[in-house]
């Protein structure tokens, strides 16, 4: 992780450089603002993975040395037969036409939505799936 972190703090340093120049040429303050959080968050993020990677072992992607398989192993559950993916986004696009056509089609699409993700969250604690 030494090195994704080294590599935001640079994009940091780059962008306060950037920004300084940035002000420098244009005294704009909304590009200066948004480049000072850009600063923010590459800064942020380094500092989280320097961080974090002095306090967990190194991983197969630090080693030079390593090979592929050292970094396989169980990456999660994937749902290889959910419906439940295409109720949510029918009920998103529904609530996203209700914004644009009328407040009540916006309420349906809202329930809508509260409904599939209550069925995608407990999808395997009920029927016939349920452990």
């Known amino acids: 992780m030494k090195i ?3 590599l935001f703090v640079f994009c940091a340093l780059f962008f306060a450089v950037m920004d300084a120049i940035y002000w420098l040429w244009s005294h704009d303050p909304t590009g200066t603002t948004a480049l000072a959080l850009t600063i923010g968050l590459a800064g942020l993020t ?3 993975l320097l961080f974090t990677g002095r306090r967990i072992d190194p ?3 630090d080693d030079k040395d390593a090979d592929i398989a050292e970094g396989a192993g169980e990456l999660g559950f994937f749902s290889p037969h959910s419906w439940w993916p295409l109720f ?3 009920a998103a696009a529904t609530a996203a036409l209700g ?3 009328g407040w009540w089609l916006l309420l349906i ?3 809508g939505v509260v409904l599939a993700a ?3 969250v407990f999808e395997y604690y009920r029927g016939h799936f349920s452990h």
Request: hydrophobic fraction near 50%.
């Open 4 to 6: 994704e972190g080294y």
């Open 46 to 48: 380094g500092f989280y």
């Open 59 to 61: 991983r197969p992607e």
């Open 88 to 90: 949510t986004a029918l």
């Open 99 to 101: 914004a644009v056509f």
């Open 109 to 111: 699409g809202m329930l």
């Open 118 to 120: 209550i069925g995608f």
